[in-house]
């Protein structure tokens, strides 16, 4: 009996151990299986496109995002750029515009002063400058007998903007001493410009050393000026001009002739022609000026 009682009292310990196990480890197995799901929620989540926490403050997993991010971004400009040139562009039509448009409605005016020594030359070529600026520029001109300017103007015929300062560029080489033959390229033509200079800005000369500076750059009839212009393609002008330094009794003027250049051409060539007179009047030999222009002129051909 005592050893039956000892059996059944040893089941019930191990049934109430079992209970007591089930009871402490019920919890922490609830808990596993808890950690578990987060576990599989977070990988999932990965795989639905968040990209994995790595460790802070490592330099190599910063340089791999860097490297990661740049990839995308030239990724994507690439298709950017494929898809814009893939796009055709559309270009405005806008349609052509009067004059009147073109200036806004307002008259612009441009005056050249016209010396003494050119009013003759002015009056015989009046119809030879009036007729282009008129006909092919649509501009009004006049000359202002009281003011002694030459008066250029827009009008509702004035198509381009640029029509007036090529004609007053135009009225101003004429006024210089150039031929209304050579003078009417600045008006056909959109690469032509005209520089001045005197000759004492290049060497402080006076009395007989500037008139043979003056004779080294026209030459014998003129010689050396034509070959400067025929190989540079350009045009000189030697030109005398009167300034009025003050007032004296009996009205009497005080005169000084400064001797000025002008050229006429398109940058290059003018530069040619500047740097030849320049030499010239520094007092090089024509000869050693001819050699030194047409080896510049012959190099400048041979690029173009």
Request: net charge positive.
């Amino acid at each position: 009996e005592r050893v039956g009682s000892a059996q059944g009292a040893g089941k019930a310990c191990e049934l109430r151990l079992r209970g007591a196990a089930a009871h402490v480890f019920e919890p922490e197995e609830a808990v596993f299986y808890g950690m578990e799901t987060e576990m599989e929620s977070q990988s999932a989540g990965s795989q639905d496109g968040f990209t994995p926490v790595t460790r802070k403050g490592g330099r190599r997993a910063k340089k791999r995002q860097a490297e990661q991010l740049s990839a995308a971004g030239e990724g994507g400009d690439a298709g950017r750029m494929d898809t814009e040139e893939a796009r055709p562009a559309k270009r405005p039509v806008f349609p052509p515009l009067s004059g009147d448009a073109f200036l806004g409605g307002k008259e612009e005016t441009r005056k050249i002063p016209v010396p003494a020594n050119r009013y003759t030359p002015l009056k015989e070529n009046w119809m030879k400058i009036f007729t282009p600026i008129v006909e092919h520029l649509g501009l009004q001109i006049r000359f202002n007998l009281k003011s002694r300017n030459v008066e250029i103007r827009t009008c509702k015929e004035t198509k381009d903007v640029s029509a007036l300062t090529k004609a007053a560029d135009f009225v101003k080489a004429f006024i210089l001493g150039f031929q209304v033959e050579d003078a009417l390229a600045l008006i056909r033509l959109d690469d032509l410009f005209l520089e001045s200079f005197e000759i004492t800005d290049v060497k402080p000369l006076k009395g007989d050393h500037l008139s043979r500076a003056i004779g080294r750059i026209a030459g014998k009839g003129g010689k050396t000026k034509f070959t400067i212009e025929n190989v540079t393609r350009t045009r000189i002008v030697l030109a005398d001009v009167i300034l009025k330094t003050g007032i004296f009794v009996a009205h009497l003027f005080h005169f000084i002739y400064c001797r000025k250049v002008h050229i006429l051409g398109s940058f290059q060539n003018i530069k040619m022609a500047r740097t030849a007179i320049c030499n010239l009047i520094l007092g090089n030999p024509p000869s050693k000026v001819y050699g030194n222009i047409r080896a510049v002129a012959s190099r400048a051909a041979d690029r173009f």
